[in-house]
């Protein structure tokens, strides 16, 4: 198709006007983490420098970021793992085979994203107190499924829907039990579906900030989404460590969206993601 | 083990785990919603519905109904606008293309923790870039957070930043369905640019708006941290909505019993809002 100059003109003007928008709070967060003290507060421009990695030892050393850190990635792991192993146990059951329990699961799905987080929140808490598992990566954990399990059941009945029956027939006519054709033939063949939940799963948990307020108390358990948004309750507002904070964050998503992005595009588009 | 027995432990496994994670909790709220407790400890007191009567005669919770409409309905609206527009342009072919569609999900990818304080940053009474900007502008200071108004703009603002990539990328995937012949017969029949768009893109990407501003409405009408983390609910319960009051009255004034009727009363008011949208706009749906 040719346009005029003109066209074509404003058209290169509209696509750099949205990636401005779209990139440069980004840009200015790793901008302001890694600018030298002095010029955070006189220098206006707009390009990095003059350099300094102060804010992100300070972040390392004297404050609780590495073990909130490690926190968030026990719970986000942690959730992955059984988010997979039962999001596919379910969804395969669901699709291979016509049962009665099969509509109680389904809707529960489906009601489950309608679901305000204090509904889940409330019941969870106080279960989890009363137990004496207040305040503990477990009850976490916990919390995140109630928001990646029907993802990840979603995501994967579509996918399995798909997958005919004859692969899975072929294998056992060849010998395969049922559990050794799902194992050998479905879970293969269902990689980039179960990459998507994974992916998806890791950036719900990862990212979450209202349960890990409420079922979290202490400093010691405190994820990083929590840890941070409680450092500009304090009196001195150290934007740097803040905006350094916020980079070690975001860093893993975008090394991940970076490997992935088609993963990424397919589950925002299958419109599975919950956010 | 046999065909039957795997599928059986398979499906046993998969409603144990439904009904202990998804079902249990959410009974149990509305179970809690009929008792009185004033800690998480406290042994529960039946009242009956005198939560529901209390909660319902209060003003804070018609404010916060109001305001969580007013702040869904402006960011659904604002996020479909820039959404389409956003891929109406990177739909057409330029240099670059691909790195303008990754950069353009960016605001997706992050925490809303590390949005809202990436924001505050910038909007920094003293050095932030926008209020420099302002400044060098000859504009008058805006004041984000101060004035209820103000505070609402700011929550929406930021929200319709935070989920523009989502509309932009399911459209993005459902303008590749429309055939590019339409376009070319609509052409040749000397159409404008802005009647192909009123009389093709948007009949044909119909589907996928409907479903994409539904899960959208869900998802703002429950979404809690944006607007905490931004105004926690003021000024003076200006931007509080049904989350943050549910959540105060929880966990601030341990009303627990209040707590979890607000949430109930949020879901039953989504689920029948959700009722009636499917009433208007039936999904024609013709796999399930």
């Known amino acids: 198709m040719t346009r005029s100059l ?232 150290r934007w740097g460590e803040i905006m350094a904070g916020s980079t070690l964050i975001a860093l893993p998503l975008f090394g991940a969206f970076a490997l992935l992005s088609q993963y990424f595009i397919q589950g925002m588009s299958a419109g599975a993601v919950k956010g | 083990m046999s065909s039957k027995a795997t599928f059986a432990s398979f499906l046993i496994i998969g409603l144990l785990i439904t009904l202990v994670l998804i079902a249990a909790p959410v009974v149990y709220a509305i179970s809690l919603s009929f008792y009185t407790m004033d800690s998480f400890v406290a042994d529960p007191d039946w009242i009956g519905l005198a939560n529901y009567t209390r909660v319902l005669s209060t003003s804070a919770f018609w404010n916060a109904l109001g305001n969580g409409l007013v702040y869904s309905i402006s960011t659904i609206a604002l996020q479909v606008i820039i959404g389409i527009g956003i891929a109406l342009v990177l739909n057409q072919t330029f240099r670059g293309r691909n790195l303008v569609r990754g950069l353009s999900i960016l605001p997706y990818l992050l925490p809303t923790v590390v949005i809202v304080l990436t924001f505050k940053w910038m909007v920094d009474g003293s050095i932030g870039i926008l209020t420099r900007a302002i400044a060098a502008l000859g504009l008058p200071p805006i004041h984000w957070f101060e004035s209820p108004q103000a505070a609402m703009a700011s929550s929406v603002m930021v929200s319709v930043w935070l989920w523009t990539p989502f509309v932009t990328t399911a459209f993005l995937a459902g303008l590749q369905t429309v055939p590019a012949s339409l376009y070319e017969a609509a052409k040749v029949d000397g159409t404008n640019a802005i009647q192909r768009f009123y009389h093709i893109t948007l009949p044909m990407l119909k589907p996928v708006l409907t479903v994409v501003v539904l899960l959208r409405a869900v998802w703002t009408f429950n979404k809690f941290d944006v607007i905490w983390l931004l105004t926690g609910g003021g000024p003076v319960g200006s931007t509080e909505h049904l989350a943050i009051l549910s959540y105060t009255t929880a966990f601030t004034k341990f009303d627990i019993g209040g707590g979890a009727t607000i949430a109930t009363l949020s879901f039953l008011f989504l689920a029948i809002s959700v009722f009636i949208y499917f009433r208007i706009f039936p999904l024609d749906e013709e796999e399930s």
């Open chain 1, 6 to 237: 003109f066209g074509r003109l404003a058209l290169y003007l509209t696509a750099i006007v949205i990636a401005i928008y779209s990139a440069f709070p980004v840009y200015w967060m790793i901008v302001s983490s890694t600018r030298a003290p002095q010029a955070m507060f006189s220098s206006t421009s707009l390009w990095p420098g003059p350099l300094t990695s102060e804010y992100y030892s300070n972040l390392l050393e004297l404050t609780d970021y590495p073990t909130q850190f490690m926190n968030s990635l026990t719970v986000a792991l942690v959730t992955v793992v059984v988010t997979m192993f039962f999001s596919v146990i379910i969804a395969y059951a669901v699709t291979r085979q016509r049962i009665r329990g099969k509509k109680v699961i389904v809707a529960s799905m489906l009601y489950a994203y309608m679901f305000p987080p204090l509904l889940i929140a409330i019941p969870m808490y106080t279960f989890f107190t009363r137990i004496g598992l207040g305040d503990t990566l477990t009850s976490l954990v916990a919390a995140h499924l109630t928001m990646t399990l029907p993802l990840g059941v979603w995501f994967l009945w579509g996918f399995f829907k798909n997958m005919p029956f004859e692969l899975e027939e072929a294998a056992m006519v060849d010998g395969c039990t049922r559990l050794g054709a799902f194992l050998r033939v479905v879970l293969p063949l269902s990689l980039p579906g179960l990459l998507t939940v994974a992916i998806f799963s890791f950036l719900l948990s990862w990212t979450d900030y209202t349960f890990a307020l409420i079922m979290i108390g202490s400093d010691a358990n405190k994820t990083v989404p929590v840890g941070l948004a409680s450092m500009i309750g304090s009196f001195d507002l």
